[in-house]
């Protein structure tokens, strides 16, 4: 997988030259051997170089590897990467943060788009989850979610709540009650609400 | 070995490795302030998070790029300060460096904050304290490991280091006080330590004396040749008395004397007296050790001259990564001496020199593994004697195995080799056939600490001789028993 990551990043970087791109081609040689926290540090600073969204994925990425989810999911944000590989790490980074519905949806939409070794590991992910939610979702379950999702936007870090709310709306719609569907909407909406307040600030 | 569970010691306590890389930062061939600001700002970003090894990663790669940037300098200074108080990095590597024996490492880690502290923590003086008992640096050594004696939790183990100092200075009542303190409050492994070598100390003094009696049985006096039937047997009774001078204890100047006297009850002519001295000096760096010794002894059978030897010899030890090497050479010029037979066997009063006199020179070389009850040695030995006649001149050699083995009041010393000998030129007579023999040598001896200075000792070993020429193949079995005394007076 790292050497995948290099590869793409060596295609697209080899002919552009500047400051954020070298340092997105040192983060690449970084992950690639293994040193993730440079090769976080390197990605962080070729998007404040100004290297664009493929640089915040990459750190994405190695805070997967740096096993930081929460940080990951924040970072990739809630839409799907065009590229297969990200979006893999993205899905890692879900599961990680026991975003399980979030992994799953992201495996499946891109299933296809995966080469043979990354759809065997998808496959066994996949597997993993669907056995993990096979049986009756337990309350206690939901409430750590909401719990978690109230405690992210209370801390300002809304995308993070956002997707907590939305596992906890998506764990609750699988009862027969409905559990604390409502607050999960409500939490939703207002992680969505302190995002949008977020972004018209800056 | 005292080392390594005084590591174990500090290791248990020690808390977990972090990545925090706090070593010198090289500056960028070419500075770039801008690039340095973003790595600035990321290092907070991940500061503020929680990750200091991260943010330690940008703000170095900040100085790098700008090594100007006093932020930065600040900010990863900060890390490396926050880390010490909990972290102890350094004295977990140097705890490592200890345990494995690198101690010139050890010392380079915790000088710099042993001695930026006023008063280094205990942890830090202890392990600074043995590097440099096990570096020789012993007057430095005491300083720290006094420090460390001041505090509970490394109480223990800085006494029995003050003592081991204590003992290679030579002075056995303080080692054997220092010793005493551990063996009032410590665990029972520590206990059991200072008991050993409280009992070492007892031995160990700058002016020693001893003296043994013994009483055993050689089935072989006279190496009897196994075809001519069984072999001269005797029962042997005898004494030994020595003495050690070291003014200043295990290392430097040296001299022993000692006489010996070993009768058998039936073959007076194998009656042996032996007196000899050696004067030398044993230089020390930390495990490694060169000593320079020259010896004179004489020896009388059946109370008549027999042989008058001079000797120069060098050995020394030196710490390998696998091992302890050691090495050694000598050169030994020997008098063998006859009395002459007047009428009716009195002698005339005048002695002869042997044709078979003339110089040994003896070199080996070995390797040894030192463990927690002792240490086992692999030798290879080779001797070259000359003389007068070639047929009674030889080279022999050969391999060999030492091991020591040291409990709390008892000791087992395992010694076996095998000896190739080839004189230089045919004996004259029937055959003319150059001599060649093979010997198998094997003791083993065990003393036991009894009440006091007195100890008792058992030893039993045999030789298997074997020759082109079968007058000189043997057999030869011996044991003895012993009372020993040995007492400290300086």
Redesign the interface.
Known sequence: MPRLLTLILASTLLAASG?AEE?LLQGARAFRTGRY??A??EF??AE??GAGPDARAYAAASLVK?N?PE?AVELFGPKASADPVLEFYRALACYQARLFTCADRALEAAMGRFGPRVVEEARTIRAQIHQTLAGEIQPQVIDWYLSRGGDAVQGGRTGLGRLYAEEARALGGRRKDCYRCAEADALLAKAKAAAAASEARR | MIAAWAWALLWAAAPGAK?IDCSKVEPAPVA?K??AR??L???D??RR?G?P??AA??FR?AIRLDPSSAPARARLLDLCRAEEPEGDEVVSRAARAVEEGRYEEAVALLGPRYRAKGQADPSTALLYGISLYERGEDAAAQEALERAQQSEETRDPASVFLGLLALRSGDSERAEAQFARVDRGASSELSATARELSALARRNARLAVSMQAEGGYDSNVDQFPDQAGSGTGDFLYGGMASALFRPLGERGPYAVAGARLRNLQQFGEYDLGWVGGAAGYRLELGQNQLRVEYAYDQIWLDFQPFLGAHQIQLDGRLEVPFGRLGGLVSARAETYSRLEQGVNGIGNGEVKTEQYSGPTFDAEVSVGWAGSPGELRLLYRGELHRSQKEELSWLDHGPGLRAVAAFSSRRVLVDARVTARTHLAAEPGPGNVVRQDTYLDGAISFEQDLVGPLSFSLTAGGRKAFSNVPNFVYTRLYGSAGLIFTAGLW
């Open positions: 400051p340092h926290a440079e976080l540090v962080k600073v404040k170089l740096l930081r940080e | 990545g770039d801008a690039a973003a790595y700002e990321v290092g970003g991940e998070q990750n090894e991260t990663v940008a790669e």
